[in-house]
């Protein structure tokens, strides 16, 4: 059985209870492969119970030769789009795809719709029923729902993962899903008061950032640009807590079990990308706005309310959080 699913790196994640269930149901003598981008092998190699990754650069044809060799007797297009739909006609294999819910999410985004999309984790589970396969119960999480992600230990360095009570991830690729500098700072206060120690994680491009936090607070460290995802992962595992945006880091914590509190901006929990299954003292920090529930865009990349792309610009949904929600959180997990 061949997976589909092209991107993105916390979309990819998302493939793990899908693998877990299918092994679940057909054991450890099933192949189960899947097919991304290369820019997110990175998240492909978390997922426990594949059998082996295959990345395109920038189409199929540059693993098809590999793909027909392996003789898949079904494709899972968990990503529905040209790309994946030519695959399914060059393997020409029997293909179940997932109910994408292009038009309620469009409508959830135009106002037009107010009942969430249901979760993309439970559309791709839907896929299976087919073959047998049943989704984890309702009362699960973490783990138990999800099965294990492949971390790296790789992170006990002074200050490092293991001396971290909280991870803050900082930002993301849009510009719609980063935490705003209160928000940060309300955390790291917090984690302060409570004798906590902070990581701050993120990529390249929250370096410089998250550096500058840490240079005022001697209880935080910078791991952004760092670490990759593995030892990212490592790192949640160990936290009593996480805050982050809709980023990778909110599906890592999930699975991990991790008590979360994920901090939207510019996408909301309706859309159907919130944490799955994730601890029960998680929690959804939504902005003070018009239509709290209202998404601005599908992937965080607009604002209804400025057309600017600064992510910190004050008009901006994710700068319309309220610190003290996630203070608050954080002075009953923490303690």
């Given at each position: 059985?061949?997976?589909?699913?092209?991107?993105?790196?916390?979309?990819?994640?998302?493939?793990?209870?899908?693998?877990?269930?299918?092994?679940?149901?057909?054991?450890?003598?099933?192949?189960?492969?899947?097919?991304?981008?290369?820019?997110?092998?990175?998240?492909?190699?978390?997922?426990?119970?594949?059998?082996?990754?295959?990345?395109?650069?920038?189409?199929?044809?540059?693993?098809?030769?590999?793909?027909?060799?392996?003789?898949?007797?079904?494709?899972?297009?968990?990503?529905?789009?040209?790309?994946?739909?030519?695959?399914?006609?060059?393997?020409?294999?029997?293909?179940?795809?997932?109910?994408?819910?292009?038009?309620?999410?469009?409508?959830?985004?135009?106002?037009?719709?107010?009942?969430?999309?249901?979760?993309?984790?439970?559309?791709?589970?839907?896929?299976?029923?087919?073959?047998?396969?049943?989704?984890?119960?309702?009362?699960?999480?973490?783990?138990?729902?999800?099965?294990?992600?492949?971390?790296?230990?790789?992170?006990?360095?002074?200050?490092?993962?293991?001396?971290?009570?909280?991870?803050?991830?900082?930002?993301?690729?849009?510009?719609?899903?980063?935490?705003?500098?209160?928000?940060?700072?309300?955390?790291?206060?917090?984690?302060?008061?409570?004798?906590?120690?902070?990581?701050?994680?993120?990529?390249?491009?929250?370096?410089?950032?998250?550096?500058?936090?840490?240079?005022?607070?001697?209880?935080?460290?910078?791991?952004?640009?760092?670490?990759?995802?593995?030892?990212?992962?490592?790192?949640?595992?160990?936290?009593?807590?996480?805050?982050?945006?809709?980023?990778?880091?909110?599906?890592?914590?999930?699975?991990?079990?991790?008590?979360?509190?994920?901090?939207?901006?510019?996408?909301?929990?309706?859309?159907?990308?919130?944490?799955?299954?994730?601890?029960?003292?998680?929690?959804?920090?939504?902005?003070?706005?018009?239509?709290?529930?209202?998404?601005?865009?599908?992937?965080?990349?607009?604002?209804k309310h400025t057309r600017s792309q600064d992510p910190f610009h004050p008009d901006r949904c994710g700068q319309?959080?309220?610190?003290?929600?996630?203070?608050?959180?954080?002075?009953?997990?923490?303690?």
């Open positions: 059985m061949l997976i589909a699913r092209f991107s993105a790196l916390g979309d990819i994640v998302m493939m793990q209870p899908v693998v877990t269930a299918l092994r679940t149901t057909y054991g450890e003598d099933a192949v189960v492969d899947l097919v991304c981008i290369d820019r997110c092998r990175e998240a492909a190699h978390l997922l426990s119970g594949i059998d082996r990754v295959h990345s395109v650069e920038r189409g199929t044809g540059e693993v098809l030769k590999a793909l027909r060799e392996r003789h898949y007797d079904y494709l899972l297009d968990l990503h529905g789009t040209v790309r994946s739909r030519s695959l399914a006609r060059s393997l020409d294999v029997l293909t179940f795809s997932v109910d994408k819910q292009a038009w309620s999410r469009w409508r959830l985004i135009r106002g037009w719709r107010s009942a969430p999309v249901p979760s993309f984790i439970d559309r791709c589970l839907d896929v299976l029923r087919p073959f047998g396969v049943e989704p984890p119960a309702p009362e699960s999480w973490g783990v138990q729902a999800w099965g294990s992600l492949k971390a790296s230990s790789e992170t006990e360095t002074s200050g490092g993962a293991d001396a971290a009570d909280l991870v803050v991830s900082l930002g993301s690729s849009h510009p719609g899903k980063h935490l705003s500098n209160a928000v940060v700072d309300a955390a790291l206060r917090a984690a302060q008061s409570m004798n906590a120690r902070v990581v701050l994680v993120g990529g390249e491009a929250e370096r410089a950032r998250a550096e500058a936090f840490a240079s005022l607070h001697a209880h935080v460290t910078s791991a952004a640009g760092r670490w990759d995802l593995a030892q990212t992962t490592h790192a949640i595992s160990l936290a009593k807590a996480v805050v982050t945006g809709d980023t990778v880091t909110m599906h890592l914590a999930a699975a991990t079990g991790r008590p979360t509190a994920a901090v939207w901006g510019c996408t909301r929990p309706s859309l159907g990308l919130a944490g799955w299954h994730g601890h029960p003292q998680s929690i959804d920090v939504l902005p003070d706005v018009a239509a709290p529930h209202t998404p601005c865009s599908k992937h965080g990349a607009t604002c319309q959080v309220s610190p003290a929600e996630v203070t608050s959180w954080l002075e009953r997990v923490l303690a």
